[in-house]
């Protein structure tokens, strides 16, 4: 599923795509895959080109934020969260940094 959610941001042209794999750091997710729009519109429409590719295959999205701000969009799909910035606001969340205990997986391995 990383995978087709990689894919579907990347159709989105979303910038900086990296995927964590968080199955050994954290309980409550296998992965993060991260990623930055160049504007909280474009966050937006990754995260739609995302929730569309995904409902395509029967997979909804089971929570939803930051949405109607668009400078941070989290998408949880329980085996994967996806979180959408602006290079702003991923600069300042710098996720990769605090998750950087978390093995970098190429997306066509998981």
Not at 33 to 49: F, H, K, N, P, V
Request: hydrophobic letters at 45%; one cysteine or more.
């Amino acid at each position: 599923m990383v995978g087709a959610i990689a894919e579907a941001a990347a159709d989105k042209k979303a910038a900086g795509i990296v995927i964590l794999n968080m199955k050994d750091v954290v309980s409550y997710t296998d992965y993060f895959l991260i990623c930055s729009g160049r504007s909280e519109r474009q966050t937006r429409a990754i995260a739609d080109g995302i929730r569309s590719k995904l409902k395509e295959q029967g997979i909804p999205a089971l929570r939803i934020e930051g949405e109607a701000r668009g400078d941070w969009v989290l998408l949880d799909y329980l085996s994967v969260v996806v979180h959408i910035f602006t290079p702003e606001s991923r600069d300042f969340y710098r996720l990769e940094v605090l998750w950087k205990e978390a093995p970098r997986v190429e997306a066509g391995v998981t």
